[in-house]
Structure formats: structure tokens, C-alpha cells
């Protein structure tokens, strides 16, 4: 692809959550450390919101990889579990044998014997629960029962729930009202700052391996936060675009219109910036008509003057 063309070991702009592209945002960074705290001190539900494409799961990817050893973690990327089969889950990751027949109060009381023996180990465990927003009530309802695994200390089992903003609506129904009692800490994961725009590029294209000057000019990385609105899925889409457009033209840097043909093409721009980018569009293509007449305008001048001067020299007309 473009790799070569702009001196890179990788794609800088992948969407695979890679903790090597962990942007340090202040937002981002303060989630994090919260995180790291409340686990700690054995802390039981926190939660962790966020609009799409903010970073959860790249946040719960890097998480997961400052833990300790003393952690033990369960990562649960798809939501959709009924209650039996959440028990199922976490029975697996911490090392419980069971059978899919087994009954249900069996296998929760294996699963805490297991959990107090693992806490006497000084092991604790963290069940980490993606797209939260749509697990299933049951399982919600569930997933609170587990919490109920403590000893006179501590929790046994810490939960962290990580969600688009329609989880919060879940746990205001009336029915979960006990769940939302026990959430400790609930933090909001924000977008990147128009001031910290220029910094996530960058480090993003260095952990990739550039090594040159800024790679997108002023006026392309102001038109770029206009269509992401900060949100660094959409960031990471359109500037890959922008680069693949520029690399097309054989440039060296990214400019304006290379970011306003990326977000023309990203139905999920912000509408400001995609108003903005067909403005832009709109400008160069009057633009170009108008250096076009003049220059046709020249051309014929010339003409007109270079045939004046013959009929002058020649005496005609006089």
C-alpha cells in the first residue's frame, strides 16, 4: 500500500485495537488509572461509557496488559450470554471443571470455593464485559448474583462493565436499580481534543515508523477534526483514506483535499465536515474554472497583441 511511499513499518491507521497505538489522551489516561486503582483495593462494579469508536475496547485491551500477575482475568467481547452460559464462562477461565449439566446452584458453588481459593493465593479476578449495553437482562440480573461471591474482606469477583452510552439507560430501569447501587466508580471516556489532534497523529504515524516532518498540514488536520468530530475510529478512517489519496498523487504531504475526498467518502463523517469538504470541493472546482478563463483570457490577449503589433509594423491602419 502506501507503506513505503512514507517511510512506515505498518498501517498507522489500522482499527485493530493495538495497545501499541495507546494514545496517551488525557481522558483515555484518566480512565486507565481509575481503573487501575479501583482494582486494587478489590473494588466490586465499575463502569466505563463511551460513544462508538472511542477506544473501549483498545482501553480494556491495554488494561488487561498492565495488570499484574496476581490478576486473573476474563475478557467477554460478545455480550449476548445467557445466564448459564455466563457461568459456563467464567467457570472455564478460573480453572473450574464442570459439565453443561451440572446444575446451576452447583456450578455457582464450585465457582466459589474456586474463588476463595484463588483469593487465599492472593489472585484476584476481574471479568471484564464488552458492549456491555447489550447483554441480556437475565444475565445482567446473573452477572450481579456472581458479585455476591465475598468474603468478610473483599469482593471475589470484580466486574468492569464497558458500554455505549445506552448502558446507562439499561441500568435506570427500576429492575436493576440494585445492580447500579453497587457500580464504585463510573467514568466517561471522551473524544480526542481539537489541541491534541496534532499530537495523536503524530504519535500514531511514529509508532509506525515515521521519522519525517509533520505528515498532514495545518489547514488538513483542522478540516479532519471538523469530520471526526475527535472520535478516533473515525480519525484513524479518514486519515487513512487521506493518505491513500495522497499517495495516489505521488505527494508528500497530506493536504485539505485529500482529507475533504476521505471524509466525502466516510458516510459516517460529521455533517459540519462533510459540509465543509464539498465546500471545499465546490471552491477548488470555481477556482480552477476561473485560473482556466483567465488563462484562456492571456492566451487570447496575447494573440489579439501579438497581431496588432505586426499590422503596427507594417504600417496597416495608420
Not at 502506501?2 to 496517551?24: A, I, V
Not at 460513544?51 to 496476581?70: D, F, M, N, Q, W
Not at 452510552?165 to 473524544?191: C, S
Not at 485539505?256 to 471524509?263: F, G, I, K, T
Amino acid at each position: 500500500m502506501y507503506q513505503q511511499h512514507f517511510g512506515l513499518r505498518e498501517l498507522p491507521f489500522s482499527l485493530t485495537p493495538d495497545t501499541q497505538f495507546f494514545f496517551d489522551n488525557q481522558s483515555h489516561r484518566e480512565v486507565l488509572n481509575t481503573l487501575l486503582l479501583a482494582l486494587r483495593h478489590s473494588e466490586g462494579f465499575i463502569k466505563i461509557v463511551g460513544e462508538v469508536g472511542t477506544g473501549k475496547t483498545l482501553l480494556s485491551r491495554k488494561l488487561l496488559a498492565s495488570l499484574g500477575p496476581e490478576f486473573v482475568t476474563a475478557y467477554i467481547p460478545n455480550p449476548y450470554l445467557t445466564p448459564d452460559e455466563l457461568k459456563w464462562f467464567l467457570a472455564e477461565e478460573i480453572g473450574v471443571t464442570y459439565s453443561r449439566d451440572t446444575p446451576s446452584y452447583e456450578l455457582l458453588t464450585d465457582i466459589y470455593r474456586q474463588l476463595v481459593a484463588m483469593a487465599k493465593r492472593k489472585r484476584r479476578v476481574v471479568l471484564i464485559v464488552d458492549e456491555a449495553q447489550a447483554m441480556p437482562r437475565e444475565t445482567i440480573e446473573a452477572l450481579r448474583l456472581l458479585t455476591n461471591l465475598e468474603t468478610e474482606k473483599s469482593k471475589l469477583l470484580q466486574v468492569i462493565l464497558l458500554g455505549q452510552p445506552e448502558l446507562d439507560d439499561l441500568l435506570n430501569r427500576p429492575d436493576l436499580r440494585q445492580l447500579k447501587q453497587r457500580i464504585v466508580f463510573a467514568e466517561y471516556l471522551d473524544t480526542v481534543r481539537r489541541s491534541s489532534l496534532p499530537a495523536y497523529i503524530q504519535f500514531r504515524l511514529s509508532s509506525a515508523g515515521y521519522q519525517g516532518p509533520p505528515l498532514f498540514t495545518r489547514s488538513a488536520l483542522n478540516l479532519l477534526y471538523r469530520a471526526s468530530g475527535g472520535v478516533p475510529r473515525l480519525i484513524n478512517i479518514i486519515a487513512h483514506k487521506a493518505m491513500l489519496a495522497t499517495y495516489g498523487l505521488g505527494r508528500e504531504r497530506v493536504g485539505r483535499r485529500q482529507v475533504a475526498r476521505a471524509a466525502l467518502d466516510t458516510a459516517e463523517s460529521r455533517s459540519l465536515g462533510r459540509w465543509l469538504a464539498r465546500y471545499d470541493y465546490w471552491l477548488w472546482g470555481f477556482t480552477g474554472a476561473v485560473t482556466a478563463l483567465a488563462l484562456m483570457g492571456l492566451i487570447a490577449w496575447s494573440g489579439v497583441g501579438q497581431g496588432m503589433g505586426l499590422k503596427i509594423a507594417s504600417g496597416v491602419g495608420l
